[in-house]
T-cell receptor, first 114, second 116 residues
């Protein structure tokens, strides 16, 4: 099976712009979670989507949003970019079962905000 | 407040010896624990997991031990190989118990260096 894919791999934007990142999960996986990784804060949960519905959300401002399509592909949007949004954005897919549900990660999108 | 802590930022081990990476947690609602390995500029790679109903899980050279009373888990790698050099993350999930599906809480990571 193909793994989780993320596009683009690298992105450079300027403050105030918006950005959309894309994630394609492993075939058959219905859950997609998004994480932000920074040197200072480590890996932090943004949100999780299952069957096109947001099931869970982390502590990020409303500028961070996402959606999931009927084929389980997911997009994440960040509006009004700030310098502090520079990070590695990771998506992970899983079957979405309750309980012991293992997440598999994509390679990430490196976002740099200038 | 960090719910998952990896108190050793780095660990250096000789090839062929055992590597032991430790992780402590504070949330008693966590019921599933995972270890991931990460190289720079790549996503984390799943290694091994353990459910809270078990105290040990093995997969080849990797063994995870869970001590629920101490809220502590450890990853043992035997024997260690130079290719194991990477950052290892411990993660925990409260899942259905904590109403936190899809949300993994990660430690800050331990950088393992295995010297030939």
């Amino acid at each position: 099976k193909a793994g989780v894919t993320q596009t683009p791999r690298y992105l450079i934007k300027t403050r105030g712009q918006q950005v959309t990142l894309s994630c394609s999960p492993i075939s058959g996986h219905r859950s997609v979670s998004w994480y932000q990784q920074t040197p200072g804060q480590g890996l932090q949960f943004l949100f999780e989507y299952f069957s096109e519905t947001q099931r869970n959300k982390g502590n990020f401002p409303g500028r961070f949003s996402g959606r999931q399509f009927s084929n389980s592909r997911s997009e994440m949007n960040v509006s009004t970019l700030e310098l502090g949004d520079s990070a590695l954005y990771l998506c992970a897919s899983s079957q979405g079962q309750w309980g012991t549900d293992t997440q598999y990660f994509g390679p990430g999108t490196r976002l740099t905000v200038l | 407040d960090q719910q998952v802590k990896q108190n050793s930022p780095s660990l250096s081990v000789q090839e062929g010896r055992i590597s032991i990476l430790n992780c402590d947690y504070t949330n008693s609602m966590f019921d599933y624990f995972l270890w991931y390995k990460k190289y720079p500029a790549e996503g984390p790679t799943f290694l091994i997991s353990i459910s809270s109903i078990k105290d040990k899980n093995e997969d080849g050279r990797f063994t995870v031990f869970l001590n629920k009373s101490a809220k502590h888990l450890s990853l043992h790698i035997v024997p260690s190989q130079p290719g194991d050099s990477a950052v290892y993350f411990c993660a925990a999930s409260a899942g259905v118990n904590g109403g936190s599906q899809g949300n993994l809480i990660f430690g800050k990571g331990t950088k393992l260096s295995v010297k030939p």
